[in-house]
């Protein structure tokens, strides 16, 4: 009975130590009004959404990719969104990201001497690979490193300088699902997604005194030009699996990450699904809310418990699919 009492009222100052910290936590919101919004991958799939998203916003956009034809075509496409056509503008930029990092630095300089400094950056160039690791050679897991982690690095250090001497600054992580929880066939991109979140929290540590926000988002399947791709090849087991977390459209993954990158939220999920994983890995990473803190706090077990039904229905699928392999043998 004491202890039970004891627990209460310890869990009671914890909330109240939560309430009043809460003015410190979040930014001010941001408004993409004339903003300079920079999206890599904006050429094609959630990237291009979000920049059409950003200008039905107001904002200036850059996109980035490499293939020139696709830029143009994207361009045109997100211009018919602008908000006002005669003050906003939308530049493209052809660079692998993911090459040298002096290419990278000299097109981020360009687009701000263009449109002024980054206000907002969202890292969405990335590319998925899924297959069984017998069949992964090693260079596959060098080029997801390549696509998915260091083009990001690379980017994210071409625009710091300048958010720094702003003292302002949005930075996007796009990872996945598969960055939060390792998925079968993703044995690659499964570890480039994680490793964006090892940067994440780190620059976010560093970066909060320069009045810079960061936001991982991690999407579910989304219906993109990327993901008709990453098709071939894909395991059985990881279309059983990951179907059973949905299929989004671009532009509702697009929403969902603008709304909560002008909050300055860290971690930023779409459906139910993803908030049950997003609370339940939510481990030692920054809050701007009490409500997002509360969350966490309160819901951990009760989705571990849930959780552990899924892992039983994904340990099914793969046995099954062992199974009709032997059988087909
Ligand atoms: N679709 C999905 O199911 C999900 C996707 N994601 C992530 O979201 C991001 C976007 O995915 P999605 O929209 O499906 O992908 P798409 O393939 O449709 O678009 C990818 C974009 O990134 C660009 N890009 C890729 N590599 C490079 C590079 N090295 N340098 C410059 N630009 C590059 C592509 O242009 P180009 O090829 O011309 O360079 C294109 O504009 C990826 O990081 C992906 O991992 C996360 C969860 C789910
Ligand atoms: C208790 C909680 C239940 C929900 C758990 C769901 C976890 C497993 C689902 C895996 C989904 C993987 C999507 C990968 C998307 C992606 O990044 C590629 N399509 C990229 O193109």
């Known amino acids: 009975m004491y202890w039970l009492m004891l627990g209460i009222a310890l869990f009671g100052i914890f909330l109240i130590v939560l309430y ?3 003015p410190l936590l979040g930014p001010k919101a941001l ?22 998203e950003a200008a039905k916003q107001g904002a200036n956009i850059s996109i980035i990719a490499r293939n ?37 630095e000299k097109t981020i300089k360009q687009a701000e001497l263009n449109l002024g400094p980054v206000k907002l950056l969202i890292n969405c160039a990335g590319n998925a690979i899924a297959n069984y690791f017998e069949n992964l050679p090693v260079s596959e897991f060098r080029r997801m490193m390549e696509m998915n982690y260091f083009s ?34 993703f044995t690659a991109y499964s570890a480039a997604k994680f490793a964006l979140r090892g940067f994440a929290e780190a620059l976010q540590m560093e970066m909060k005194v320069n009045n810079i926000y960061i936001t991982l988002a991690f999407p579910p399947d989304t219906d993109t030009p990327g993901l008709a791709a ?26 969902v990450i603008i709304e909560d990158t002008k909050k300055g939220k860290f971690l930023c999920s779409m459906g139910l699904d993803g908030y049950i994983v997003a609370m339940l890995t939510a481990g030692m990473s920054p809050v701007i809310s009490i409500m997002d803190a509360l969350q966490q706090v309160i819901t951990m077990g009760l989705f571990r418990a849930i959780s552990l039904v899924y892992l039983r229905f994904y340990d099914g699928v793969v046995t099954q699919c062992a199974e009709e392999k032997k059988k087909d043998n």
């Open 20 to 22: 009043l910290m809460s």
């Open 230 to 255: 990453e098709q071939i090849g894909k395991p059985r087991e990881t279309k059983l699996i990951s179907e059973s977390a949905g299929l989004f459209q671009p532009d509702e993954v697009a929403r």
């Open 68 to 104: 020139k034809t696709k830029l143009m075509q994207a361009k045109q496409e997100i211009e018919s969104f602008l908000k006002n056509s005669e003050k906003q503008k939308v530049e493209m930029y052809s660079v692998d990201l993911s090459g040298d990092y002096s290419e990278v």
């Open 152 to 185: 990001t690095v690379n980017v994210t250090k071409a625009v710091i300088t300048s958010m720094i001497e702003q003292q302002f600054g949005r930075i996007v992580f796009v990872s996945s699902v598969a960055g939060q929880v390792g998925v079968f066939g």
């Open 31 to 52: 408004s993409l009004h004339r903003a300079h919004v920079l999206v890599t991958g904006g050429s094609s799939g959630i990237g291009k959404a979000v920049a059409i």
